[in-house]
């Protein structure tokens, strides 16, 4: 793997993500135009989107209010 694309794996936190699925390893080896697939697929996985990261903001509030109306 080159050094840019080493870099830039630790820039957007994902070289811990990189060790857990290492397989991708083989494959941005291999073609490091794969790294999009590979962020794709990182974020889908470990629900890093923005939808995601919206939708337990959403889930955290029902939580509260559930939670707060069970009290009253």
Do not use: A, G, H, W
């Not at 694309?5 to 083989?26: A, G, R």
């Amino acid at each position: 793997m080159n050094k840019e694309l080493l870099n830039q794996i630790k820039k957007d936190k994902y070289y811990d993500y990189l060790k857990e699925n290492s397989y991708f390893i083989k494959d941005l080896i291999r073609n490091p135009n794969n790294y999009k697939i590979f962020k794709k697929y990182i974020k889908e996985k470990y629900q890093l989107r923005p939808q995601d990261k919206l939708n337990n903001v959403l889930e955290d509030i029902n939580l509260i209010s559930d939670i707060l109306n069970t009290i009253s």
